[in-house]
């Protein structure tokens, strides 16, 4: 009575691998092929032999596998040498038991029976190939051709340095999950219609043109999942947004890890799922979008007076630079656009900034005071409190107070990026990669450090600096100058560089702080550290000397007039207000 149900599965299993088989990778094809062979081994019978069901899904035997790639350039291809058994289908045995299977949602997984060696040698060759599956790869430079510099990340690092490397000594290429830099001081203007999202966005192959021209330099839309420092390797795996990825590998010379920080949340449940944060573009549209369809929502018929005041609280956790000037922005929009453009719920409106000792503590007291009492002017609501949990509407802070919110923004500051976790490298203090005093990771070969990312090891003696645009950027003008410095005197191949003299080691020296409050207000504070003695300055001249001195730093002349054209037509027309 068994057979016939035994036959059916094996073969209803048999049709399933092969209908599904071309969806799967060559690996996948190798492992769903060793069960059905698994499936399909018999006690004995007439022929005595198995059935290869790999020849039954169409294997093709000693092929070239080929991999569809958005990477160009030198790649490998990996080859499948599978030997195909002259065999027919053989007939299912009557006496041998069928193998127990497991089809769960994990996969599918057999419990392995073999009466014949020839089925065990099969099986063993599939797991070989299986485990010796390759990446594409774009492959290291030869002699004679130009050294390859691989950047990973596109954030201030990492595009101060490529726009300085010298493309005549080097070939670059750039990782990243983003194809932009991101002026980060200006972010938050953006959020409220102060600036247009494009301004503060700079494309990476107009920072660095070889990118797009040199036809060994590559830009590549991808994530970093880990390093072989061996093989001076990085494996990456494409950035898709709900489609297929591809991993490759990218052969490099010399490595610079640039790839930036997260946001901290401290582990505190809910921050993740239901804050918002302030570090991309995607965020800031996002935080848009939300704030403009509270406005909206809280003008339909039929909503609580409750309700209204939840909606439009707009909650600051952080009292950094970025929660103060996003503060001051949120405060500028009430006072300017929302109570002309939506004058039915204007009152109900409220700026809430919570921070667990002083806002801008960086900065001189003076100047903490003056953004207390501005900030108090323009209607923000200042706490001193710790945010114990977050859910869907509300907050709860340490001593068991309720904060309801329709937006909730989290800046409390960044720290070492999973990646930065994940890898096997010396770390500095508070979890960052550890460099030396010329940006090197020590006891690793050709790789190098700059940015939010890195930090000095104990050994070095030198404090971890904050982590702030001014000092990425610092990092990638000195290491670029290093690297064509070095270059030229031919120490850019891997392995090459140990006799080269270095220079000067890297020392920064802080140029400053600036935030802005709102209402053409800021804060200048020239001091070179926090406990030293320097010209500090605020009101209507810090709020120009602020906007003079971002505008000379933005990149491109294209977004230095992008920005100017939005400060002058948010000034006569108002904030756009439109939910796109």
């Given at each position: ?290 704030l403009l369809l509270n406005l909206m ?53 409220q700026v809430t900034l919570i921070e ?92 190098f450090a700059i940015g939010d990312c ?127």
């Amino acid at each position: 009575m068994l057979l016939p149900f035994r036959l059916g599965l094996s073969i209803f299993f048999v049709k399933i691998s092969s209908r599904n088989l071309f969806q799967l990778s060559s690996c996948s094809k190798m492992v769903l092929a060793r069960i059905a062979r698994n499936g399909c081994q018999q006690s004995g019978g007439a022929t005595g032999r198995y059935a290869r069901v790999g020849s039954m899904l169409g294997e093709e035997s000693s092929s070239v596998s080929k991999f569809h790639s958005p990477v160009s350039g030198r790649f490998t291809a990996f080859k499948q040498n599978v030997t195909p058994h002259s065999s027919n289908l053989p007939f299912f045995s009557t006496t041998g038991g069928l193998p127990a299977l497991a089809l769960g949602s994990r996969g599918v997984r057999t419990t392995p029976r073999y009466e014949y060696a020839h089925a065990q040698a099969a099986v063993e060759e599939s797991d070989s190939e299986c485990e010796n599956l390759k990446y594409p790869t774009l492959e290291a430079t030869k002699p004679g051709e130009k050294p390859r510099v691989v950047v990973i990340g596109s954030g201030w690092a990492a595009c101060r340095f490529l726009k300085g490397l010298n493309t005549k000594v080097y070939e670059v290429v750039c990782i990243s999950p983003r194809n932009h830099m991101v002026f980060t001081p200006l972010l938050a203007s953006t959020c409220v219609g102060t600036l247009e999202f494009r301004s503060v966005a700079e494309p990476v192959n107009q920072i660095q043109t070889a990118l797009a021209k040199e036809p060994n330099s590559h830009f590549f839309l991808a994530s970093c999942n880990g390093l072989d420092t061996d093989k001076h390797e990085v494996l990456c795996e494409t950035a898709a947004d709900g489609g297929e990825t591809h991993r490759f590998k990218v052969a490099y010379d010399k490595l610079v890890i640039a790839s930036g920080a997260e946001p901290v949340t401290f582990g505190i449940k809910g921050v993740e799922e239901h804050a918002f944060f302030l570090r991309e573009v995607s965020h800031a549209q996002e935080i848009r979008k939300r704030l403009l369809l509270n406005l909206m929502l809280s003008q339909y018929p039929g909503v609580s007076e409750e309700e209204k005041e939840r909606l439009l609280h707009c909650v600051v956790i952080g009292g950094g630079p970025t929660g103060v000037e996003f503060s001051g922005e949120l405060s500028d929009f009430i006072i300017r656009d929302v109570c002309q453009r939506y004058a039915h719920v204007k009152n109900y409106i409220q700026v809430t900034l919570i921070e667990a000792n002083e806002i801008l503590s960086s900065f001189d007291v003076g100047l903490r005071h003056y953004a207390t009492k501005h900030l108090t002017k323009c209607g923000v609501r200042l706490v001193r409190g710790v945010v114990k949990e977050v859910h869907p509407n509300k907050i709860v802070l340490s001593d068991g107070s309720d904060v309801p919110y329709g937006l909730l923004v989290w800046s409390t500051g960044v720290g070492p990026s999973k990646l930065v976790k994940s890898l096997s490298l010396p770390k500095a203090p508070g979890g960052r990669i550890g460099i030396d005093d010329w940006l090197r990771v020590p006891s690793v070969e050709d790789v190098f450090a700059i940015g939010d990312c890195a930090g000095f090891v104990e050994g070095v003696g030198r404090p971890v600096l904050p982590a702030l645009a001014q000092v990425a950027e610092r990092q990638g003008k000195y290491l670029v100058e290093l690297f064509n410095r070095v270059g030229k005197q031919g120490g850019g191949k891997a392995s090459s560089g140990k006799d080269v003299p270095l220079g000067d080691p890297f020392i920064y020296k802080h140029l400053g702080s600036m935030a802005s409050v709102g209402r053409y207000k800021a804060l200048v504070d020239l001091r070179q550290s926090k406990d030293a003695k320097g010209l500090s300055l605020a009101g209507f001249l810090s709020w120009f000397i602020w906007r003079s001195a971002y505008l000379t730093r933005v990149i491109s002349w294209r977004n230095r007039f992008y920005v100017a054209i939005n400060w002058a037509t948010t000034l006569v027309f108002g904030r756009d207000n439109s939910r796109i």
